[in-house]
Nanobody, 128 residues
Framework: QVQLVESGGGQVQPGESLRLSCAAS????????AGWFRQAPGKEREEVAI????????NYSAFAKDRFTISRDNSKSMVYLQMNGLKPEDTAVYYC?????????????????????WGQGTQVIVSS
C-alpha cells in the first residue's frame, strides 16, 4: 500500500510559479511509477506528467511541456511538480498518483487506469 499526500497548491496570478509536492508512505515507493493528474471543474481528469520509478523516464502532456517539470526523490519518498508560467486554464485540482508498475506503459488519455494509489488532491487557482 502507498499513501499519498499532496501539498503546495494555492492561488497565484498568471505567469507565476508553484511547486507541488507529494509525500508518499510505504516501503515500495521507490519501485512505483508516479504521476501528476489534474481535474478542472466540469472536465475529466487528465494526465499532467508521469515519471518512472527510477526517475529516468518522464512524459508530459502537451500543455505541460516547456512549463512544468516532474521530479522525484526516492530517498525522501517525494514527487514534485514545478509549474512555471501558470495560466488561468491551469486552474484545477491536482492529484498525485502511484502505480504498481515501475515504468508506465500508457501515456495521455486513459493513462490514469495504470495508477493504483491516489492522493486527496491540492487546489491550484490561477487568476488575476
Amino acid at each position: 500500500q502507498v499513501q499519498l499526500v499532496e501539498s503546495g497548491g494555492g492561488q497565484v496570478q498568471p505567469g507565476e510559479s508553484l511547486r507541488l509536492s507529494c509525500a508518499a508512505s510505504g516501503s515500495t515507493f521507490s519501485r512505483n511509477a508516479a504521476g501528476w493528474f489534474r481535474q478542472a471543474p466540469g472536465k475529466e481528469r487528465e494526465e499532467v506528467a508521469i515519471i518512472s520509478a527510477s526517475g529516468s523516464i518522464t512524459n508530459y502532456s502537451a500543455f505541460a511541456k516547456d512549463r512544468f517539470t516532474i521530479s522525484r526523490d526516492n530517498s525522501k519518498s517525494m514527487v514534485y511538480l514545478q509549474m512555471n508560467g501558470l495560466k488561468p486554464e491551469d486552474t484545477a485540482v491536482y492529484y498525485c498518483a502511484a502505480s504498481f508498475l515501475m515504468v508506465p506503459t500508457m501515456y495521455g488519455p486513459g493513462s490514469e487506469n495504470e495508477y493504483d494509489f491516489w492522493g486527496q488532491g491540492t487546489q491550484v487557482i490561477v487568476s488575476s
